[in-house]
């Protein structure tokens, strides 16, 4: 199992960034998938998920409005459009799968700072 994630950066407070994580070796289609992050110092939290069965979503109350996540399940990929982003939104995100055996997997993490 591998999840890629890429797409973090610096970019300036109001601004907008799309992190993807690319998934391989379960059956994508069949895992819940969530987007976590972890400013420096702090406890890891779930931002963003999104189910497999109906693509229902669940988001924090600190990024409701904001953020989407998103899946493309022909393409192994779920995705989290990030937008007003805000200086307290600068954390190493991580995409994690739990698949349908129980299993769960982390990506290596993207760093994004959010900064003038």
């Known amino acids: 199992v591998q999840l890629v994630e890429s797409g973090g950066g610096l970019v300036q407070p109001g601004g907008s960034l799309r992190l993807s994580c690319v998934a391989s070796g379960f059956t994508f289609s069949r895992a819940t998938l969530s987007w976590y992050r972890q400013p420096l110092g702090k406890e890891r939290e779930r931002v963003a998920l999104?189910?497999?069965?109906?693509?229902?979503?669940n988001y924090a109350d600190s990024v409701k409005g904001r953020f989407t996540i998103s899946r493309d399940n022909a393409k192994n990929t779920v995705s989290l459009q990030m937008n007003s982003l805000k200086p307290e939104d600068t954390a190493v995100y991580y995409c994690?799968?739990?698949?349908?055996?129980?299993?769960?997997?982390w990506g290596q993490g993207t760093q994004v700072t959010v900064s003038s």
């Open positions: 999104i189910n497999s069965a109906d693509s229902s979503t």
């Open positions: 994690c799968a739990v698949t349908h055996w129980g299993g769960a997997y």
